[in-house]
C-alpha cells in the first residue's frame, strides 16, 4: 500500500485528489459543516490544500492538527489562510506556528476530513500507527463527521481493527463515496 502510494508522481497526485476534492464537495452531509478540521498533507498522501482554501472561500471555519509538545496528543489549531507562517514538526509534517495561532476545543468540530494508509468499506481505518486522529475521534462531539479521503487502490475488502482503533463514517475516493 505505502509503495503504491510512494510511485505516485506529482501529476497523479494533483489529478486524483481535484477528483477526491470534487467527491467532497458533492456530499451534502460534509456541505451543511462549518467547523471543519483537516490534515495538513504530507508527502503522497492526498493533497488537501485546495479543500481547505475551498472551505475558505465558503467562510467556513477551518482548523488542522499540531502535535502537542508532549509528542503524545494533538490539538487544534485554527486557520484562515494557508499564506500563514507553517513550520515542520519531528516527522516533516507542516504545522501552524507562530503567536497568531488559535487552539481551540474538539467540541467545535463537526467535521473531520482524515488521512489513513487503507480503509475498508466499512469505514474501518489503519492510520500511522500512532494513534493521533484515533484518540482524537473520541473528544469529539457526537455529531461529528468523520470523513476518510484516500486513493480508491487504498480501500480493501476489509481492515483487522484493534480496540482502539475508530472508524470512519464516510471515505471517498476519487471514484466516489464509499460509505455513508
Given at each position: 500500500?505505502?509503495?503504491?502510494?510512494?510511485?505516485?508522481?506529482?501529476?497523479?497526485?494533483?489529478?486524483?485528489?481535484?477528483?477526491?476534492?470534487?467527491?467532497?464537495?458533492?456530499?451534502?452531509?460534509?456541505?451543511?459543516?462549518?467547523?471543519?478540521?483537516?490534515?495538513?498533507?504530507?508527502?503522497?498522501?492526498?493533497?488537501?490544500?485546495?479543500?481547505?482554501?475551498?472551505?475558505?472561500?465558503?467562510?467556513?471555519?477551518?482548523?488542522?492538527?499540531?502535535?502537542?509538545?508532549?509528542?503524545?496528543?494533538?490539538?487544534?489549531?485554527?486557520?484562515?489562510?494557508?499564506?500563514?507562517?507553517?513550520?515542520?514538526n519531528n516527522f516533516g509534517i507542516r504545522e501552524p506556528s507562530g503567536a497568531y495561532i488559535q487552539v481551540v476545543s474538539p467540541?467545535?468540530?463537526?467535521?473531520?476530513?482524515?488521512?489513513?494508509?487503507?480503509?475498508?468499506?466499512?469505514?474501518?481505518?489503519?492510520?500511522?500507527?500512532?494513534?493521533?486522529?484515533?484518540?482524537?475521534?473520541?473528544?469529539?462531539?457526537?455529531?461529528?463527521?468523520?470523513?476518510?479521503?484516500?486513493?480508491?487502490?487504498?480501500?480493501?475488502?476489509?481492515?483487522?481493527?484493534?480496540?482502539?482503533?475508530?472508524?470512519?463514517?464516510?471515505?471517498?475516493?476519487?471514484?466516489?463515496?464509499?460509505?455513508?
Amino acid at each position: 500500500m505505502t509503495q503504491r502510494r510512494n510511485d505516485l508522481n506529482a501529476k497523479e497526485i494533483i489529478e486524483l485528489s481535484r477528483k477526491i476534492e470534487k467527491n467532497l464537495f458533492s456530499c451534502e452531509d460534509f456541505l451543511c459543516r462549518q467547523h471543519i478540521l483537516y490534515y495538513l498533507s504530507f508527502g503522497k498522501e492526498v493533497s488537501t490544500d485546495a479543500m481547505i482554501v475551498r472551505s475558505l472561500l465558503l467562510h467556513k471555519k477551518v482548523y488542522v492538527p499540531r502535535i502537542k509538545k508532549n509528542g503524545k496528543e494533538i490539538e487544534i489549531c485554527e486557520i484562515k489562510s494557508l499564506e500563514r507562517d507553517f513550520e515542520l514538526n519531528n516527522f516533516g509534517i507542516r504545522e501552524p506556528s507562530g503567536a497568531y495561532i488559535q487552539v481551540v476545543s474538539p467540541n467545535k468540530i463537526d467535521a473531520v476530513v482524515t488521512p489513513g494508509l487503507a480503509f475498508d468499506c466499512s469505514g474501518g481505518r489503519i492510520g500511522s500507527g500512532r494513534g493521533y486522529f484515533d484518540r482524537l475521534f473520541e473528544e469529539l462531539p457526537e455529531n461529528s463527521l468523520s470523513i476518510g479521503i484516500a486513493y480508491s487502490f487504498q480501500i480493501l475488502g476489509s481492515l483487522h481493527q484493534d480496540s482502539w482503533d475508530k472508524k470512519v463514517q464516510k471515505v471517498i475516493t476519487e471514484e466516489g463515496l464509499l460509505k455513508g
